[in-house]
């Protein structure tokens, strides 16, 4: 099982930008993938999940509205839009995948069974 993020960026605040979240080994149409991250000095939190399968999404309060999780079956590949972003988005972001179970209702727990390395986004003021 490999997760592998887009490169990420540096991004204005009140821009956008999207990561890419490619998997191999398992379908994610199977299985609950989510978005997590982890800002400097920070400990590492969910952000978003997808289960496919199950047709839900799910999302912390602090990027409702702002952040999109979606997925392309096809190209077995998840992605996170984040619109109109803030300087307090700043992170490392790393997109996991719980194989276990196919819901997203145990991901903000962090307990995913593969990572991927990680993308740095930078948000400037």
């Known amino acids: 099982v490999q997760l592998v993020e887009s490169r990420g960026g540096l991004v204005q605040a009140g821009g956008s930008l999207r990561l890419s979240c490619a998997a191999s080994?398992?379908?994610?149409?199977?299985?609950?993938v989510g978005w997590f991250r982890q800002a400097p000095g920070k400990e590492r939190k969910a952000v978003s999940c997808i289960s496919i399968s199950d047709g839900t999404t799910d999302y912390v309060d602090s990027v409702k509205g702002r952040f999109t999780i979606s997925s392309d079956n096809a190209k077995n590949t998840v992605y996170l839009q984040m619109n109109n972003l803030r300087p307090e988005d700043t992170a490392v972001y790393y997109c996991?995948?719980?194989?276990?179970?196919?819901?997203?209702?145990?991901?903000?727990?962090?307990?995913?069974?593969?990572w991927g390395k990680g993308t740095l986004v930078t948000v400037s003021s």
């Open positions: 996991a995948a719980d194989i276990a179970y196919y819901l997203c209702s145990t991901y903000r727990s962090g307990d995913m069974d593969y």
């Open positions: 080994g398992f379908t994610v149409d199977r299985y609950a």
